[in-house]
């Protein structure tokens, strides 16, 4: 009996080893939290409903065996089939997430950048792109609160950031800031390219890239964190709904687990007074806060030095961009 004890007791140990590796990170603790953009699927115009369903059904298991509070950020316009009607079988890839306690947002119906449309679309396509999340939600007792621009484009002139803030606060919406940018929608689309042809290997090459990218990513926005603040802020990451962060989702946790990093919610992340720094950037779609908190606290020269970039293989296996 207590042979078999000891062996139980090792076979836990081993166990909780897979998904809690022990940290390397020494100093004060670090946290994150975790957000995904494009739900349910960033690939989904090539992806068939049953492999979107497999890859909702791994992400979400990865995430609540990691124990991560995350977010997904929905483009309902994916949501509608041919007719021009909503798709029960991709509305259930909601609730998917929210079946394990995760949290949905908006992210504009038809991932609309602001940069393009007048800000009166804009604010009808957040509306139109709330419909049934939002219904999904108040089944649940829920709402979405929470908004994250497409593109991250907060606005072309201060006037017209501070109108989409005021029409986001009166529609009970927070803004959703990025501070870790994991640039990795490339990744996604070289790697469903790839799994689709059937070539495992170069799909395996393209992931451990892809959590080696992230990892160095880390490093570099803690730096930055460091050098703007002179300490590591509570983080946000932001990466993307497919069949790469599915399949990968449990080496990431560790990667992070391993830098000392917990897993927060978003609300628990915004909460660091960092997040109240001034904000005078405008027209940089595509930069992370963290950064525009720099450079509005003028950090400019070099910001962007040594950004780790995306190795040219997995650009080429990617292949033309629309
Ligand atoms: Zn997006």
Redesign the pocket.
Known sequence: MKRLSILIAALLVSACAAVRPVSTWSGPPREVAITF??LPD?TDDEDPIALQEAITAKLVDSLRRNRVPAIG?V?EEKLIDDTGNPDPRRSALLQQWLHAGLDLGN?TFA?TDLEKVSLADYEADILRGEQITRALMATRGKAPQWF?H??LNAGDTVAERQDLDTFLTAHNYRIAPVTIDGAD?IFGRAYERVMAAGNTELARQIQDAYVQYLDDRFAWYEQKSRDIFGREIRQVLLI?AHRLSADSFDRLAATMRRRGYRFIPIARAVEDPAYRSPDTVVGEGGVSWLLRWGMSLGHVDGIFGGEPATPEFVTRAAGPLD
């Open positions: 953009d494009d960033m950020f483009v992210h991932h994250r497409p593109f929608w993307h």
